[in-house]
């Protein structure tokens, strides 16, 4: 398989300026692809800013001009994981199809604005399929609520003002799909998850099965409940032995390490990694390869070299084998 990063910032879109380079590794916010060996279907991994890059590509290319399937895989539905959508251009093409997955756990509802976001959270679960007989798909024009639906819809309401173009006017087929726990999906990669509430209103941790035996996890947005409670580094709480048991022996680890040992000091319990805990959940899952992502806002390319110098020696020092790697957009690794 081919894991290709089109957006590797966290929380707010970081275009480059003259007091902040953020070229080297982008400002783009969460998305990432995989293509399966010896298939035509598209795997996307969140819908941040990112999406958009992954949209010119595949039109540039002709996929999207009415041939593209696609899966899309959400792993929760805050603002920087959501918001490139409304600009992924292949969406509003017809003959394009587009399957959003999502878990049938408590996923939130998006924060619909700025001014929203700061006022409440609505905390409702997900109220549809709970019905028997596993996957099910809800056309997007199905009146069920749907978690994944609600937050792009909600994005692109024109009486909410915030984007011109509704979800109904996109040309493209775009299915709404809920994952029941246990449940493996089946395709050119088998694909399972694990909810935790390891960051804000919980995540989804996606894991990718290839034939051949290779395999990817996805977990962007993630914070150490065991170094969070006690401060020691290596400390596995409840919760990082649920996902180490997940992650167990992967080829690639997609793992947050937003924050420095000096940054997470600031931000502890906003649901973010300190570099550190992120080398030591890679060591215990014995994974082949780290990628590390969802940078802060503000690390610079400069701040972030530092940051991959430091987590390369010190996962050599804790005895680590794996291979430490600062994703950026753009980058591909082949599996």
């Known amino acids: 398989m081919k894991v290709k990063f089109h957006g590797t910032r966290g929380s707010i879109p970081t275009p480059s300026t003259l007091e902040c380079l953020t070229v080297k590794y982008g400002g783009n916010t969460t998305c990432v692809s995989i293509r399966p060996e010896n298939s035509n279907e598209l795997y996307i991994l969140d819908a941040g800013s990112g999406i958009r890059l992954l ?4 039109i540039k290319s002709g996929e999207g001009l009415g041939k593209l399937v696609a899966r899309m895989f959400v792993t929760h539905d ?4 959501v918001q490139g959508f409304p600009f992924f251009t292949p969406a ?10 999502a878990c049938d756990s408590r996923l939130q509802d998006t924060k619909r604005t700025f001014a929203e976001q700061q006022k409440h959270t ?3 679960p997900t109220d549809v399929l709970r019905k028997t007989g596993g996957t099910r798909a809800i056309g997007h024009k199905a009146p069920e609520i749907n978690h994944p639906k609600r937050v792009m819809r909600d994005v692109m309401d024109t009486k909410k003002r915030y984007f011109p173009v509704d979800l109904e006017s996109m040309a493209s087929t775009i299915n709404f799909h809920e994952i ?8 050119p990669l088998k694909v399972s998850y694990k909810f935790l509430n390891t960051h804000p209103q919980g995540y989804t941790y996606w894991k990718f099965r290839e034939e051949t035996g290779k395999v990817m996890v996805f977990a962007s947005d993630y914070e150490s409940d065991g170094f969070l409670k006690t401060g020691i580094l290596g400390d596995l709480g409840e919760l990082d032995q649920i996902f180490v048991k997940f992650v167990q022996g992967a080829d690639l680890l997609v793992l947050d390490g937003q924050y420095s040992p000096e940054q997470y000091q600031k ?7 300190d570099i550190r805990q992120a080398c030591h959940l890679a060591k215990s899952a014995n994974v082949k390869k780290l990628a590390i992502m969802h940078y802060d806002p503000n690390s610079d390319d400069d701040c972030l070299d530092k940051m991959h110098q430091f987590a390369t020696e010190y996962a050599e020092s804790i005895d680590g084998t ?6 950026k957009e753009g980058m591909e690794l082949i599996l």
């Open 180 to 187: 029941r726990k246990n449940e493996e999906i089946q395709g």
């Open 267 to 273: 931000c502890k319990n906003w649901g973010h990694n």
């Open 122 to 124: 609505d905390n409702r």
């Open 92 to 101: 509003f093409i017809p003959g394009n199809v587009i399957n959003v997955y």
């Open 78 to 81: 805050h603002w920087d994981h």
């Open 322 to 327: 794996f291979e430490v790697i600062f994703a």
């Open 55 to 58: 949209g010119n590509e595949l």
